[in-house]
């Protein structure tokens, strides 16, 4: 089974302050995703990557970026944490297009609380 | 803008009823129509897909309806259990944009004993 592990279920942070996630995957799966999600809203896409040091924008990717050194490790970060932050923020991966019809997996988020 | 719509919001369905979620998109060269469960405290988990060329697909109690020239798809829930309560996302995806997904609002159901 795919495992998408996101380092904390749970965060308190600061406004102003720099925040990062961590998202690690086992699958050598190419393409990684960031969401958030709020009540009403769905799934909003932050960033992906589809291969490492590559990423690309998604939907809402403003006061946000990314970083992939490694093929199974993507990271979101937060420049400079304000309270319309606060989210659910989840992790996704998925092979590449080239493998067929393919779904994403996810993690099981990050609740982020910003003061 | 919204690329799926999704309807309704919130669902309370009585236990062995149906459940009936419904999803409308607008691109044509969206190829590939998942729905996600999530529960609480947990991360969306793959329910059931469709593509394109096939009108309906059944995994036990659960039925994906596609219908190509309205643009419309659906999940039935038959015989709904409280087990079944969680929220439920419908999805597509857009070739030329490698594997990007594009998610509804997602829809709350609630099965009552």
């Known amino acids: 089974d795919v495992k998408v592990t996101q380092s904390s279920r749970y965060l308190v942070k600061r406004t102003g302050e720099k925040v990062f996630l961590e998202c690690v995957q086992d699958?050598?799966?190419?393409?990684m995703f960031w969401y958030r999600q709020d009540p009403g809203l769905g799934l909003r896409l932050i960033y992906f990557?589809?291969?490492?040091?590559?990423?690309e924008k998604g939907d809402i990717p403003e006061g946000y970026s990314v970083s992939r050194e490694k093929k199974e490790r993507f990271s979101l970060i937060l420049e400079s944490a304000s309270t319309n932050q606060t989210s659910m923020y989840l992790c996704?991966?998925?092979?590449?297009?080239?493998?067929?019809?393919?779904?994403?997996?996810f993690g099981d988020g990050t609740r982020l609380s910003i003061l | 803008q919204q690329q799926v719509k999704q309807s309704p919001q919130s669902l309370i369905v009585q236990k062995g009823g149906i459940s009936i979620i419904n999803c409308a998109y607008e691109?044509?060269?969206?190829?590939?129509f998942p729905w996600y469960q999530q529960f609480p405290g947990k991360g969306p988990a793959l329910l059931i897909a469709?593509?394109?060329?096939?009108s309906e697909k059944k995994e036990g109690r659960f039925t994906i309806s596609f219908n190509k020239s309205a643009k419309q798809f659906s999940l039935h829930i038959m015989d709904s259990q409280p087990g079944d309560s969680a929220t439920y996302f419908c999805?597509?995806?857009?070739?030329?944009?490698?594997?990007?997904?594009?998610f509804g609002t997602g829809t709350s159901l609630t099965v009552i004993p």
């Open positions: 469709i593509r394109p060329d096939v």
């Open positions: 699958m050598d799966h190419e393409n």
């Open positions: 999805a597509t995806k857009n070739p030329g944009t490698g594997n990007q997904f594009y």
């Open positions: 996704a991966s998925s092979p590449p297009r080239d493998r067929g019809y393919q779904p994403q997996h």
């Open positions: 691109n044509t060269a969206f190829d590939y």
């Open positions: 990557s589809y291969d490492v040091k590559m990423k």
